[in-house]
Nanobody, 122 residues
Framework: VQLQAYGGGLVQAGGSLRLSCAAS????????PGWFRQAPGKEREFVAA????????YYLDSVKDRFTISRDNAKNTVYLQMNSLKPEDTAVYYC????????????????WGEGTLVTVSS
């Protein structure tokens, strides 16, 4: 599975951005795509994930009411709509995928796209 993320950029606090992640390759019904982020000087953290068939979603608590993950199976694309952005959301965002149940550790995601930088100015 190959993943390509895009859509990052610079936005003022309170603004919105939408990230996209295009997936290609052998994607089966138990594919679980998600987003991670890594801020400068901090460890990578789970942000959100969505199941490929049931659309069950999972979120980091601090983004739960502001971010929305969705996917378009016909386009093999996963989206992360980020609203009410805060300076602490500044990070490199990575699209990742695994096959199987939800896991919040990036070490269990074998498929990764290149990161896209999101910068939120105050």
């Amino acid at each position: 599975v190959q993943l390509q993320a895009y859509g990052g950029g610079l936005v003022q606090a309170g603004g919105s951005l939408r990230l996209s992640c295009a997936a290609s390759g052998r994607i089966s019904n138990n594919f679980l795509p998600g987003w991670f982020r890594q801020a400068p000087g901090k460890e990578r953290e789970f942000v959100a994930a969505i199941t490929w068939t049931t659309k069950t979603t999972y979120y980091l608590d601090s983004v739960k009411d502001r971010f929305t993950i969705s996917r378009d199976n016909a386009k093999n694309t996963v989206y992360l709509q980020m609203n009410s952005l805060k300076p602490e959301d500044t990070a490199v965002y990575y699209c990742a995928g695994r096959f199987g149940a939800i896991n919040y550790s990036g070490r269990y995601y074998p498929h990764w796209g290149e990161g896209t930088l999101v910068t939120v100015s105050s």
